[in-house]
């Protein structure tokens, strides 16, 4: 392994980021081209037209049949390493077992098949676990110094994020406010390089469009403020019950005796169930929060659908399906934003904001409630609408979400998601793509 300094920035960094953010970009966008050429190849649109053209039963047994496939990839892609964003942690600080390609590469194809059957799971998950293997990959093989190849993994987890939502500068907070293991200082302009180029390549391969549309947003009065707590302080209190009955459940699920596959198929009947109550429910809840801004549903719908979203992903996550918890928070928090707007237009109707605006923001705060990352939440809003003129409210209502999840519940969403770390000398070099060639240093 060379001894490259720890200080400097060559035009070889420069490439490396480069071809980092751009292999984080195209497995991006080759998942979400197979997943819409499933739903071409059967004639529909999105998930939600391939639920509702189904039978109750079909409903179910489609859902069902997604959840066990996909538990069944996650438990092959195990056999060549553990996953999640605690382990990208790991991976970044040396303390925990390295990132394998290929296991990646099977979570992968296990979301896929899960979301193309409409389990409630997102795709943020397998899209960051390969662009930090990635990174690790491509640092060793251009036998970087440990600094270095840390860095790479930190920036193949912000390109991975950005190309999946289109959303660079969040990209960046998320590596920063989640995952830790490298000062701040010097990893954000390695990870602002990389985001670049994945979100540069992302636009040339897709439409650059944000993903639910451009919005003009206009706060002008500071009464609105008020819906906008409102909003913060109902996500901070959901998203800590969502965390519990994730975990709850999760620890029925490893205390449990019972067959993985036969987890897997009560979890995804479980999820198929309610998916098939309501069809909006399926999928990551891309569909479905563009169904929510394009005509707000009555109050008692908006709960059912906050209500079933919930529990659409507990019981898909508790089946063992591979995927993220990002966009599923996002439908909820608009539903919660938008319920918020249809009691202030009762209540308060001097202090509410417009109901999308309310939905923007609530999708911001349920993701902050849930990561405690309230800057990243922010900041992917504003991104995915590109309109910064909800700032005010959003840096409020993640503030106060942050703030209330934090006292009630310590951990965040990927708190679920860790294992006791492993030191390098304990890790079994079977687990792995990577194999360093020689004992890991730790540098400050």
């Not at 079909?58 to 990839?73: H, M, P, W, Y």
């Not at 996550?317 to 608009?334: D, H, K, Y």
């Not at 079977?430 to 240093?441: A, F, G, I, K, L």
């Amino acid at each position: 392994m060379s001894e490259e300094p720890v200080r400097g920035f060559s035009a070889r960094d420069v490439a490396l980021l480069g071809v980092v953010g751009a292999g984080a970009a195209l497995f991006a966008e080759g998942f979400r081209a197979a997943l819409h050429g499933l739903y071409r190849a059967l004639h529909r649109a999105t998930v939600i037209e391939l639920i509702e053209r189904l039978p109750l039963a079909g409903r179910v047994a489609l859902v069902a049949l997604g959840c066990l496939l996909g538990a069944a990839l996650a438990a092959a892609a195990s056999k060549r390493g553990r996953g999640g964003v605690p382990v990208i942690a790991e991976a970044i600080s040396f303390r925990g077992r390295a990132l394998s390609l290929r296991a990646a590469g099977w979570r992968a194809l296990g979301a896929l098949v899960a979301m193309a059957s409409g389990a409630a799971i997102g795709r943020e998950g397998p899209i960051i676990q390969f662009g930090a293997a990635l990174g690790l990959r491509v640092g060793s093989l251009a036998r970087l110094a440990d600094v270095r190849r840390r860095e790479l993994i930190a920036a193949g987890t912000a390109a991975g994020f950005a190309a999946a939502y289109n959303a660079p500068i969040a990209g960046v907070l998320f590596v920063i406010e989640v995952i830790a293991g490298l000062p701040a200082r010097m990893t954000v302009a390695r990870v602002g390089v990389a985001t670049v180029a994945g979100a540069t390549l992302a636009h040339g391969l897709s439409a650059d469009r944000p993903l639910y549309g451009a919005r003009t947003f206009v706060f002008d009065r500071s009464a609105e403020l008020l819906a906008y707590a409102v909003v913060g302080l109902s996500a901070g209190a959901l998203g800590v019950l969502f965390l519990r009955a994730l975990r709850r459940l999760h620890a029925r699920v490893e205390s449990s005796n019972a067959p993985r596959a036969a987890r897997a198929a009560l979890g995804g009947l479980a999820a198929g169930l309610v998916i098939a109550w309501q069809p909006t429910l399926a999928g990551n809840g891309h569909d479905g929060i563009l169904a929510q801004l394009a005509s707000a549903p009555p109050a008692w719908l908006l709960v059912a659908l906050l209500v079933g979203k919930g529990l659409a992903t507990v019981a898909t996550v508790g089946a063992g399906v591979p995927g993220g918890v990002f966009t599923p928070s996002m439908f909820m928090g608009a539903a919660l934003g938008l319920l918020v707007h249809r009691a202030g237009a009762l209540l308060l109707p001097w202090a509410v904001a417009s109901p999308a605006a309310l939905a923007f923001v609530g999708m911001a705060a349920m993701v902050a409630a849930t990561t405690h990352a309230p800057l990243t939440a922010a900041v992917l809003i504003i991104e995915l609408s590109r309109s910064s003129s909800l700032t005010l409210p959003l840096l409020l209502a993640t503030g106060l979400a942050s703030l209330v999840a934090r006292r009630f519940d310590a951990d965040n969403i990927y708190a679920l998601e860790a294992a006791p770390p492993v030191a390098p000398s304990e890790s079994d070099p079977s687990q792995s793509d990577y194999r360093p060639d020689q004992p890991v240093t730790h540098q400050p």
